[in-house]
């Protein structure tokens, strides 16, 4: 038991690598080729005194506008945010922002959750202005992290337990 923290965003943004960074372990498959989690994948991560289970999802279809949202989430993905006491909703800072980001910011908004826009790839400083355009999703704050090299991770984690 205890508070889960669902990690979803479109194929390929580094869910399962971000996953793995707070799992401290190496438990999801980080692969080049989308939809590779097939299961729903759980850890526990202490952070500051306080436990929380990071869930790791997959099977978000390649979102278009205008897509049935709900229809293109996998159970299991549906599943991770109905019990979700945060969402981390990670995009790719290096892709920059897609119309599929924009499909899924506008149902993570009506779900009515608190959310973290992880903006991920920012592997140095050089990539960081690459975020600002994220803040056209209206989801509030946007962290960039690396989920590679663990690069503010940290402060993604503060901002975690804050909202617990
Ligand atoms: P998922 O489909 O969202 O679970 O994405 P994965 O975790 O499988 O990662 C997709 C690809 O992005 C892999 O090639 C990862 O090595 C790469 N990747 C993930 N995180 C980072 C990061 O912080 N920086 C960089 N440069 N690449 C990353
Ligand atoms: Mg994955």
Do not use: M, Y
């Given at each position: 038991?205890?508070?889960?923290?669902a990690?979803?965003?479109?194929?390929?943004?580094?869910?399962s690598?971000?996953?793995?960074?707070?799992?401290?372990?190496?438990?999801?498959?980080?692969?080049?080729?989308p939809?590779?989690?097939?299961?729903?994948?759980?850890?526990?991560?202490?952070?500051?005194?306080?436990?929380f289970?990071?869930?790791?999802?997959?099977?978000?279809v390649?979102?278009?506008p205008?897509?049935?949202?709900?229809?293109?989430?996998?159970?299991?993905?549906?599943?991770?945010?109905?019990?979700?006491?945060?969402?981390?909703?990670?995009?790719?800072?290096?892709?920059?922002?897609?119309?599929?980001?924009?499909?899924?910011?506008?149902?993570?908004?009506?779900?009515?959750?608190?959310?973290?826009?992880?903006?991920?790839?920012?592997?140095?400083?050089?990539?960081?202005?690459?975020?600002?355009?994220?803040?056209?999703?209206?989801?509030?704050?946007?962290?960039?992290?690396?989920?590679?090299?663990?690069?503010?991770?940290?402060?993604?984690?503060?901002?975690?337990?804050?909202?617990?």
């Amino acid at each position: 038991s205890g508070p889960t923290v669902a990690i979803v965003g479109r194929p390929n943004v580094g869910k399962s690598t971000l996953f793995n960074r707070l799992a401290g372990r190496r438990l999801a498959i980080v692969h080049e080729q989308p939809g590779v989690t097939r299961d729903r994948l759980r850890a526990p991560v202490r952070w500051k005194g306080r436990l929380f289970w990071a869930v790791d999802t997959g099977g978000l279809v390649d979102l278009q506008p205008g897509a049935d949202v709900g229809g293109a989430i996998l159970r299991q993905a549906a599943a991770a945010l109905e019990e979700a006491a945060v969402v981390l909703f990670v995009v790719d800072a290096r892709a920059g922002l897609l119309p599929g980001d924009q499909t899924l910011a506008r149902w993570l908004r009506r779900l009515g959750k608190p959310v973290l826009v992880v903006a991920n790839k920012v592997d140095s400083t050089a990539v960081e202005p690459a975020v600002h355009e994220f803040a056209a999703l209206g989801l509030g704050e946007i962290l960039p992290v690396s989920a590679a090299n663990g690069r503010n991770v940290g402060d993604l984690l503060d901002r975690v337990v804050e909202r617990l």
